[in-house]
Structure formats: structure tokens, C-alpha cells
Nanobody, 123 residues
């Protein structure tokens, strides 16, 4: 069992940057791979980035490769998403999620979710 709380969302102009954070309440943070998802109005939720338990391996959806960086600080039980060169199509509610067990790159089987933080990118 793990509780997740996101922060860092806001409104920026196209081309700007934001960093999202997610703090996990658990005694076994390194037992989880972590991910960021997003959901825009009228669209289904999609996986954005996933990171391995120790932070060495990552995977990204094609639309954010080269612009977003997922990372984690296991000493602080915190997950990050650094977003650069933001585009209006990045506008969405962003959620962090946790998956217990060994890492794999697919955006599946995430059982624990935060409440979300809104990111709005204006043109």
C-alpha cells in the first residue's frame, strides 16, 4: 500500500518548462517502479514516462521524448517529471502512479494513483 501526492502543476506559455513532483508515503519505495500519466479533456489517459525501481532505466511515450525527463530520489521517496519545450498539446491532468515489483517498460498494471496536478500550456 502506498499513497501518492503530486505537486508542481501550473500554467505556462508554449516553450516553457515545469517540474512536477510526487511524494510517496511508503516504507518500501524501492519496491515500486513509478510512472507519470496524463489525461486531457475528451481523451483517454495515456502513459507519459516510466522509471525503474532504482532509477537507472526509463521509457517515454514518443510525443515527449527529448523534452521530458523522469527521475526519482529514493532517499526522499519522491518522483519527478522535468518538462521542457512545453506545447499546448501537453495540457492535461498529470498523475503519478506506482507499480510493485520488478521493472518493465509497459504502462500497465499501475495500481496506486495520486490525485493529479493540472498542467496548462498556452499558445
Amino acid at each position: 500500500q502506498v499513497q501518492l501526492v503530486e505537486s508542481g502543476g501550473g500554467s505556462v506559455q508554449a516553450g516553457g518548462s515545469l517540474t512536477l513532483s510526487c511524494t510517496a508515503s511508503t516504507n518500501t519505495y524501492t519496491s515500486y517502479s513509478m510512472a507519470w500519466f496524463r489525461q486531457a479533456p475528451g481523451k483517454e489517459r495515456e502513459g507519459v514516462a516510466v522509471i525503474s525501481n532504482g532509477g537507472a532505466r526509463t521509457s517515454y511515450v514518443d510525443s515527449v521524448k527529448g523534452r521530458f525527463t523522469i527521475s526519482r530520489d529514493n532517499a526522499k521517496n519522491t518522483l519527478y517529471l522535468q518538462m521542457n519545450s512545453l506545447k499546448p498539446e501537453d495540457t492535461a491532468m498529470y498523475y503519478c502512479a506506482a507499480r510493485w515489483g520488478s521493472y518493465y517498460a509497459r504502462f500497465t498494471d499501475f495500481a496506486y494513483w495520486g490525485q493529479g496536478t493540472q498542467v496548462t500550456v498556452s499558445s
